[in-house]
């Protein structure tokens, strides 16, 4: 399982856009990357999933660059209800093991 | 998206008794599901992994004996905790994960345990 490296934290103000850089050197070929959302005292939401170049959907955009080392969360116009933990996890998810959560990004949202 | 419901959402109970968690897919059949425990500002921590109709495999350094898994269709996994004490007490969190290759594992909204 490919091990990731994110920020411990990060803060923002309200309307600005946040990119939160996550590092997989040892991504495997099979691995797709995921981005999860945490509340405290709720289960993780998905945000957003992929595999190379870009994906975006109405929440945020994925950006992968061609080696897939790396992965870029961006979030558009943040607002105070986005501050979160946020998980970036990389796994082969056809295989029956699980995605490796590591410490996440503490993203902190001000007014 | 899928939907994973727990229930209950939160349990207080009293030294040495069980507790048994639910972990439901709503709407998607999970050939898989995961148990998770979480301390207070801590990550994520996986505790055993469930394929319908067999045994559940545990992480290094949690008692199958004391947590209890059982995954007996494709919409319902189950966590007993047996003979709780209060260095049990966490947060626990179930995921599911469909069929497909790219299917995304889908979280429940965890059960807060609290042991006396």
């Known amino acids: 399982l490919a091990k990731t490296t994110q920020p411990i934290s990060m803060d923002s103000y309200e309307g600005q856009e946040v990119n939160i850089t996550c590092s997989h050197n040892n991504i495997a070929t099979n691995d797709y990357i995921t981005w999860y959302q945490q509340f405290p005292s709720q289960g993780p939401r998905f945000i957003i999933q992929?595999?190379?170049t870009k994906v975006t959907n109405e929440v945020a955009s994925l950006f992968i660059p061609a080696d897939r080392k790396s992965s870029t969360l961006s979030l558009s116009r943040v607002s105070l209800s986005d501050t979160a933990v946020y998980y970036c996890?990389?796994?082969?998810?056809?295989?029956?093991?699980?995605?490796?959560f590591g410490s996440g990004t503490q993203l902190t949202v001000l007014p | 998206g899928a939907v994973v419901s727990q229930h209950p959402s939160w349990v207080i109970c009293k030294s040495g008794t069980s507790v048994k968690i639910e972990c439901r897919s709503l709407?998607?059949?999970?050939?898989?599901m995961f148990w998770y425990r979480q301390f207070p500002k801590q990550s994520l921590m996986l505790m055993a992994t469930s394929n319908e109709g067999s045994k559940a495999t545990y992480e290094q350094g949690v008692e199958k004996d004391k947590f209890l898994i059982n995954h007996a269709s494709l919409t319902l996994s189950t966590l007993t905790v047996t003979s709780a004490h209060p260095e049990d007490s966490s947060f626990y969190i179930c995921?599911?994960?469909?069929?497909?290759?790219?299917?995304?594992?889908?979280f429940g909204p965890g059960t807060r345990l609290t042991v006396l």
């Open positions: 995921s599911a994960r469909g069929r497909g290759r790219t299917d995304t594992q889908y």
């Open positions: 992929g595999y190379k």
């Open positions: 996890l990389v796994g082969d998810q056809g295989s029956a093991r699980q995605l490796t």
């Open positions: 709407d998607f059949q999970a050939t898989t």
